[in-house]
T-cell receptor, first 112, second 115 residues
Framework: GDSVTQMEGPVTLSEEAFLTINCTYTATGYPSLFWYVQYPGEGLQLLLKATKADDKGSNKGFEATYRKETTSFHLEKGSVQVSDSAVYFCALSGYTGNQFYFGTGTSLTVIP | AAGVIQSPRHLIKEKRETATLKCYPIPRHDTVYWYQQGPGQDPQFLISFYEKMQSDKGSIPDRFSAQQFSDYHSELNMSSLELGDSALYFC??????????????FGEGSRLTVL
């Protein structure tokens, strides 16, 4: 079945460091891919998405490119801030769209 | 803009009691999803509804049931509560026309604590 495998955390970075959180997927057909962010005590918020191969999603300095050849959707940010501290979830929407499959989440802590 | 509304935000129950969570989707969204997120865990899909009919079922225990009403709001009923049911329960909604390309919009969650 469809699934998402996400880099395990926690990840601790200094402010202005480069961030990469790996995400790979298994799916039949052509899924849509998402990154969600969850700040402490809050619900999940969409960070960015890509709906077809080679699409690049971007938002708030974060980017991720839908790579069909490597079945990956890695999240990157060139310079993280303390306010980026949160849990990041990679997610996949299957062909039928009836379910979203989430990765296990990666906790990011950015220290000043 | 209107978001997904969940109530109550916090709920404390004793073992073997019953709890009901409510979810009001974004206006014009016709699909509702329920997720359970245990401490430090990723959200686990429970069940979804499209146009008031169950459309998909995940890891929802038999002690739980859910439905979507004519105004598209949904309720998750949980009976014979167990300690392990303590979790954050998220509702999400989407619009079917963008189902496999559009994102889910999540509520802030209902935190259930079973004592």
């Amino acid at each position: 079945g469809d699934s998402v495998t996400q880099m395990e955390g926690p990840v601790t970075l200094s402010e202005e460091a480069f961030l990469t959180i790996n995400c790979t997927y298994t799916a039949t057909g052509y899924p849509s891919l998402f990154w969600y962010v969850q700040y402490p005590g809050e619900g999940l918020q969409l960070l960015l998405k890509a709906t077809k191969a080679d699409d690049k999603g971007s938002n708030k300095g974060f980017e991720a490119t839908y790579r069909k050849e490597t079945t990956s959707f890695h999240l990157e940010k060139g310079s993280v801030q303390v306010s980026d501290s949160a849990v990041y979830f990679c997610a996949l929407s299957g062909y039928t769209g009836n379910q979203f499959y989430f990765g296990t989440g990666t906790s990011l802590t950015v220290i000043p | 803009a209107a978001g997904v509304i969940q109530s109550p935000r916090h709920l404390i129950k004793e073992k073997r009691e019953t709890a009901t969570l409510k979810c009001y989707p974004i206006p014009r969204h016709d699909t509702v999803y329920w997720y359970q997120q245990g401490p430090g865990q990723d959200p686990q899909f429970l069940i979804s509804f499209y146009e008031k009919m169950q459309s998909d079922k995940g890891s929802i225990p038999d002690r739980f049931s859910a439905q979507q009403f004519s105004d598209y709001h949904s309720e998750l009923n949980m009976s014979s509560l167990e300690l392990g049911d303590s979790a954050l329960y998220f509702c999400a909604s989407s619009f079917s026309a963008t189902r496999n390309t559009g994102e889910l919009f999540f509520g802030e969650g209902s935190r259930l604590t079973v004592l």
